[in-house]
């Protein structure tokens, strides 16, 4: 009898992933500010990943393409390739990004006790508000990216300009941009999931009680 209520209970509170979508939706805009904050450390992040990647495509492109005749003509050589100081630039500039992301939610986590107990208290699973922080973090970590990815696709088109002129567009590299665009957008996502799921794992074994009792 017992496992038979405990079964009907879990029915009852088992949300759709749509709603769990929506309820996470409306929550980043009720904290639009510090959505803005958290978003702002990935979108720097990629937005440094993009130039690199994508500056060193168009110089490889265009070197290697019809410019490269004016280029050895002017007695001109360009580096291609991507310094090992900008790899690790890279990669820190990634490793502080889940840091930051980590750091905001434990913030979020904090600020949000009351309202995790009141949905414990109400029958809320475990593994639901795991879900609910990882979609937070899913939007502001695809969102912060995909801007991201664009300040950078500007800032190598200018960079581009800056070093070759319009021959950037004779043998431009649109497929590769285009998939680093999107690679660089899953990325920040990933990022930040992998920051959040320690937050989402605290908020998730908060006991209920104690979280309706805590002064934030």
């Known amino acids: 009898m017992a496992n038979q209520n405990r079964g009907a209970i879990g029915q009852q ?22 959505s803005i904050i958290t978003t702002a450390g990935i979108t720097l992040g990629i937005a440094f990943l993009v130039f690199v990647v994508i ?18 003509d002017l007695g001109e050589e360009q580096e291609t390739g991507i310094s090992t100081k900008d790899k690790w630039l890279i990669i820190m500039s ?39 922080f990882l979609l937070e973090s899913g939007f502001q970590g695809f969102a912060g990216a995909l801007v991201g990815a664009l300040i950078g696709l500007v800032a190598s088109l200018l960079m581009g300009l800056a070093n070759f002129g319009l021959d950037i567009f004779m043998d431009f590299p649109l497929l590769s941009v285009l998939l680093w665009i999107l690679g660089a957008s899953v990325l920040g996502m990933l990022l930040a999931v992998v920051g959040a799921a320690f937050p989402a794992w605290r908020a998730a074994k908060l006991p209920p009680a104690e979280a309706m009792r805590t002064e934030v």
């Open 13 to 34: 509170i088992e949300l759709p992933f749509s709603e769990s979508i929506r309820i996470s939706y409306q929550s980043l805009m009720l904290r639009f500010g510090r």
């Open 55 to 72: 500056s060193n495509e168009i110089a490889t492109s265009t070197v290697g393409g019809g410019a490269s005749e004016q280029l050895m």
């Open 94 to 132: 990634l490793i502080v990004c889940v840091v930051g992301i980590t750091n905001s939610m434990l913030m979020s986590v904090t600020e949000r006790y009351r309202e995790i107990g009141t949905m414990k208290c109400l029958g809320a699973l475990d593994h639901f508000v795991v879900i609910l």
